[in-house]
């Protein structure tokens, strides 16, 4: 199974950004897919976005426009770029891989703290 490791959070102001970083333990040509979850506190996990291997990307309507998902095989790295930044964005995120279209998201990361003040 896939190990993977975010990085990149931290406190910002509202509508600055920061750049996540998910780095895998392999390589992550043949993964089906790749996405970025965040739990902000009492509340479930939720999808913020995916992109497939051919770079079909997907977005939870509270982030389209403001978020970007990208991934670099070659560095077996998934980023999220996040501009305009607003407190309701702040949540533990995580990073996440589907193998296959036949599974679903299964291997997580430990998370990365992202902070928005007011």
């Known amino acids: 199974q896939v190990q993977l490791v975010e990085s990149g959070g931290g406190l910002v102001q509202a509508g600055g950004s920061l750049r996540l970083s998910c780095t895998a333990s392999?390589?992550?040509?043949?993964?089906?897919?790749m996405g970025w979850y965040r739990q902000a506190p009492g509340k479930q996990r939720e999808l913020v976005a995916t992109?497939?291997?051919?770079?079909?990307?997907n977005y939870a309507d509270s982030v389209k426009g403001r978020f970007t998902i990208s991934r670099d095989n070659a560095k077996n790295t998934v980023y999220l770029q996040m501009n305009s930044l607003k407190p309701e964005d702040t949540a533990v995120y995580y990073c996440?891989?589907?193998?296959?279209?036949?599974?679903?998201?299964?291997?997580w990361g430990q998370g990365t703290q992202v902070t928005v003040s007011s």
């Open positions: 996440s891989a589907r193998k296959s279209m036949a599974t679903p998201f299964g291997s």
């Open positions: 392999r390589s992550i040509f043949n993964i089906y897919a």
């Open positions: 992109v497939t291997g051919g770079s079909n990307t």
